[in-house]
Every structure is written in structure tokens, then in C-alpha cells.
């Protein structure tokens, strides 16, 4: 995700160019437009190594015992942490649409890339799902999207903690230019990891609508569906909120330990 800021900057530098004349070849050629094409087709094979891998497992342990709980966890952390490494500095590796959109509300991303971002990760999910469909020939006992264990209300109130938390840590380190911007994809796949571990076996751990969507597409099962598009949603945009609240100035750290009070740092006066 360290990419993030970059799509704002080349969406605005966009705007300022002066007109050029179309040549037939311009809607291809443009370096915009090809750029926009690799961030999408990013999006599209992390999403869909995302869910193999973090899904495939589940699978695998169902079929086969093979994995067990706390191996599935360590899956989806690592297999998050490797995708924001292999495509964060092409796309900013969301691979999720609440975070994609949580980005866009707070102005870290250009609104004119969500739709291309949501249809990519979208497609991704439902692609894996669909490979581990047919390579595991799953039968619907075998279920691998997200169900509810018990209250839904109680499943919807944890979606909404976890992906809370989620964006949270990803605002932490993919949007503030005082974080260790190499450390993102670790911090990213460790609070997956915890997430999972804590809430994968009450309401499914999904913190991504196309996580859900993928499996219950292609499976035929909605069952508590709403849960998963509202609470990652909402966790998501409550997480970026809070920490805009705390992010009080983008200045490094340094140049902050160098004003002798806060409020010097924040207004910009120095001695």
C-alpha cells in the first residue's frame, strides 16, 4: 500500500495537462490510462491469490485435516503480507472494496478508480473461487465464504471491530509519512492473522466484501450475506476515521522532536 498517495498525485497532474490531439492511438498509448490498466490487473491477481490461498486452505483442511485452525490464520496473514509486498507499490494492494472506498472518502485515493478497483477485486474473488471449486471439487457442505455462528447481530458487531481495527493499522502505516512504509505489508498480515484467530470461527473473520461475495456467488449462498457488505463497510470508515482524528500533522517524526512544544509543530512556528 505504500503507492496510495501517488494515484492522488497523478489524478491531479492529470487535470492540469493541456490538451492534446486524438490520433486514434491516444486511448491506448496514454501513459494515464496504461497506468490505470496495471493497478487494476494488480488488484484483479492479488484479490485472487487472496482468496486461493486464504480460502483454498480452508478447503484443504476440510477435506483433508491437514491444516488446522491456527494454519489457517497463519495463511491469511501471510498471504496478505506477500500480496502487499508482490503489488503495493503498483496498485496500493486494497484488494478489498471497503478499504478501497474508506481510501476514497478520506481523499487518499481518486473517486474515478473505485468502480475499476471494486469490478477488479470483485472478478478476482469469483475467479478463485471458482479454480478452488474445481480443483477441490467442493460440495456445498464444503462451504468456503463466511456464515454467521450463532447471532447474526453478534457476528455483524465483531465484522465491524475487526475491519475497524484493519483500517485502522492500514491508515497507520500505507498513509502516514511518519511510518516504516517497509514494514506495512508485516503489520498488515499480522492484524489479519489476530483478526482471524480471534473472530474466524464466530462470524467468519471477513473484513471484505470481496471475500464473501466470491465464495457466495459461485457456491449459491447467501445466507447472511448483509453482514458482510455492512460491517466491513462500516468498520472500515469508522477505522479511517479515527485515525484521522489522531493524526494530528504528516511532518516526520524528527522535525516534530525538534519544536519544543506540540503546538509549535502543528502551527508551523519555530525559534
Not at 50 to 56: A, K, P
Not at 110 to 118: D, L, R
Not at 217 to 241: D, R, S
Amino acid at each position: 500500500m505504500p503507492s496510495i498517495n501517488r494515484d492522488l498525485e497523478e489524478s491531479k497532474s492529470a487535470k492540469g495537462q493541456s490538451p492534446r490531439r486524438y490520433d486514434g492511438s491516444l486511448l491506448c498509448s496514454s501513459p494515464a490510462v496504461v497506468a490505470v490498466i496495471q493497478k487494476v490487473f494488480a488488484e484483479a491477481v492479488g484479490t485472487y491469490f487472496l482468496i486461493f490461498v486464504g480460502c483454498g486452505t480452508f478447503v484443504v483442511n476440510k477435506k483433508y485435516g491437514s491444516i488446522t485452525f491456527p494454519g489457517m490464520c497463519v495463511a491469511w496473514g501471510l498471504i496478505i503480507m506477500v500480496m502487499v509486498y508482490a503489488v503495493g507499490h503498483i496498485s496500493g494492494a486494497h484488494l478489498n472494496p471497503a478499504v478501497t472506498i474508506t481510501f476514497a472518502i478520506f481523499r487518499q485515493f481518486p473517486y474515478t478508480q473505485v468502480p475499476s478497483y471494486i469490478a477488479a477485486q470483485l472478478l478476482g474473488s469469483i475467479f478463485a473461487s471458482g479454480t478452488i471449486c474445481l480443483l477441490f471439487e467442493v460440495e456445498q457442505e464444503h462451504f468456503f465464504g463466511t456464515l454467521p455462528n450463532g447471532s447474526e447481530v453478534r457476528s455483524l458487531i465483531l465484522e465491524i471491530i475487526i475491519s475497524f481495527l484493519l483500517m485502522f493499522v492500514i491508515s497507520g502505516v500505507a498513509t502516514d509519512s511518519r511510518s516504516t512504509g517497509e514494514l506495512a505489508g508485516i503489520a498488515i498480515g499480522m492484524t489479519i492473522l489476530i483478526n482471524v484467530l480471534m473472530a474466524g470461527q464466530v462470524s467468519g473473520a471477513s473484513m471484505n466484501p470481496a471475500r464473501s461475495l466470491g465464495p457466495a456467488i459461485v457456491m449459491n449462498e447467501y445466507k447472511g450475506i448483509w453482514i458482510y457488505l455492512v460491517g466491513p463497510m462500516v468498520g472500515t470508515i469508522m477505522g479511517g476515521f479515527a485515525y484521522n482524528l489522531i493524526r494530528f500533522t504528516d511532518k516526520p517524526l524528527n522535525e516534530i522532536t525538534k519544536s519544543s512544544t506540540l503546538l509549535r509543530s502543528l502551527t508551523g512556528q519555530h525559534r
